[in-house]
């Protein structure tokens, strides 16, 4: 099984996908977060990315598929992994058939208006240690300015800042938004109400994997038994 994440940044994909990996085991694969890793080893991939990320704007399709085919192909995808981040455009949706052929796809459209956007992603902060995600605002606030998972420090992302938000709020509408329309062509596309407590929104995520997922619910009924 093939887990597509989609919704504008901050709606809560990275939250939502690491959730769905612990119940159904499924490795969460973040194109954002590969890309922040090459970035910050300098590696060819990460210098060709970075001015792009900066800007807030899409880095080239194609570095992106060939990142993310690396990553796919590792063990730990066999049986199936979820993608958070990508396909960010038609074209990325196109070559993922030719990268990852013959397996089911199912895909979780997070929607939370871009005003709420704007409000979480100034409150966002990461964890420089684990990469644990916060929200200053939220119920489950760090009092201090470390992560209470780790002691890491937390910071702001620099694309969190708001002249950068409104840029990738932007690209999402132009660019991302009209996979909406090549996945319900499909028939594989679900939209999940993002706004509300995590847990609430996990649990409209979990309805439509329970239907989707074949045999996921004879699993959950052994679990009750
Ligand atoms: P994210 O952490 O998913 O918000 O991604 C951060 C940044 O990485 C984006 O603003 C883009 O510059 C870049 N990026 C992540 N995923 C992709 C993708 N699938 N295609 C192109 N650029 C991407």
Redesign the pocket.
């Known amino acids: 099984m093939r887990i597509i994440l989609l919704g504008p940044?901050?709606s809560g994909?990275?939250t939502q996908g690491d959730l769905i990996e612990g119940k159904y085991g499924f490795p969460r694969i973040?194109?954002?977060?590969l890309?922040?890793d090459s970035v910050q080893r300098g590696t060819p991939l990460g210098r060709k990315?970075e001015a792009?990320?900066n800007?807030?704007?899409?880095?080239?399709?194609e570095?992106?598929v060939d990142m993310?085919r690396e990553r796919i192909g590792e063990d730990d995808c066999r049986s199936g992994f979820i993608l958070?981040?990508?396909?960010?455009?038609v074209p990325?949706a196109e070559r993922l058939p030719d990268i990852d052929p013959g397996r089911d796809e199912i895909v979780l459209d997070i929607r939370v208006a871009d005003r709420s956007i704007i409000e979480r992603l100034s409150a966002r902060r990461i964890c420089s240690g684990c990469g644990s995600i916060y929200n200053l605002r939220g119920a489950s606030a760090p009092a201090s300015g470390t992560c209470p998972a780790c002691g890491g420090g937390l910071i702001q992302?620099d694309?969190d800042k708001p002249e950068v938000v409104q840029r990738?709020l932007q690209?999402y509408h132009t660019q991302t938004a009209p996979l909406e329309e090549y996945y319900r062509s499909k028939n594989v596309y679900h939209e999940i109400e993002g706004t509300g407590p995590i847990h609430e929104v996990f649990v409209r995520i979990e309805a439509v994997l329970e239907r989707s997922i074949p045999g996921s619910r004879l699993k959950e009924e052994i679990k009750a038994d």
Request: no cysteine; net charge neutral.
């Open positions: 940044p901050g994909k990275g973040s194109s954002g977060d890309l922040r990315a792009f990320m800007r807030g704007e899409l880095v080239e399709d570095v992106v993310i958070d981040g990508f396909p960010r455009t990325q992302r694309d990738r690209v």
